[in-house]
């Protein structure tokens, strides 16, 4: 049974974008999310490619969650975070199994969010939540058209809210949004969605 058959009784996955100030943003996203979160999240923040990243270790002093750079053919777990190496756009198939590409640039960022997104949209359809946060340009927007139109959830941070106001309101303006929050309301809509549709 694929992902996007299970979709009609619970959400399976969140997939998560930001870019310039997503650090901070991550932070108090991931940190609000609690231990127990009983899906993966998988996490595009542009990143420059010239240096190592310690991102995964930034993040995990600030959640409870696990955190780690995603490694190719890595099948997905609960309550894991999986943040996308630099220079590397990060996919999942409908098995929960990760890639790393080297594909061109998209919206001149590698990895991006809409190539991200895309590849949930096709794997896990209305099963997949995904979040825009703060950042500069349009990447991610093209994705969330794509997630909606499999049936999933977008939530957006508040333009208004955000450091870089480009990358949300490039998705707000796609029209398809189904929340638009401040940061620090977005954990506990996941958390929401997450845990109504499996009880």
């Known amino acids: 049974m694929t992902a996007e058959q299970t979709s009609a009784d ?10 310039a100030g997503g650090i901070q943003g991550l932070t ?10 009983p899906v993966p999240v998988l996490v595009v923040q542009h990143l420059d490619p010239r240096h190592r990243t310690v991102l995964a270790e930034i993040l995990a002093r600030r959640t409870e969650l696990r955190v780690k750079l995603a490694e190719a053919e890595e099948r997905v777990v609960p309550g894991t975070v999986y943040i996308a190496p630099p220079d ?13 590409s080297c594909t061109e640039l998209v919206h001149f960022v590698r990895p991006s969010a809409d190539l991200l997104f895309e590849s949930v949209a096709g794997a896990y359809g209305a ?3 995904i979040c825009v946060l703060t950042g500069s340009g349009r990447d991610g ?14 939530i957006v ?12 309101q490039a998705a707000v303006d796609t029209g398809v949004v189904d929340f638009v929050l401040p940061l620090e309301e977005i954990a506990a809509v996941v958390r929401g969605l997450v845990e109504a549709k499996r009880q």
């Open 157 to 168: 941070q508040d333009p208004r809210t955000a450091q870089f106001p480009g990358m949300p």
């Open 28 to 37: 108090v996203l991931l940190g609000a999310l609690g231990p127990e979160l």
């Open 10 to 19: 619970h959400y399976s996955i969140v997939a998560v974008a930001s870019s």
């Open 127 to 129: 099963a997949a939540i």
């Open 88 to 100: 590397r756009h990060l996919l999942v198939d409908s098995g929960g199994v990760l890639t790393l």
């Open 141 to 154: 927007a093209m994705g969330v058209e794509a997630v909606k139109s499999r049936g999933g959830t977008v």
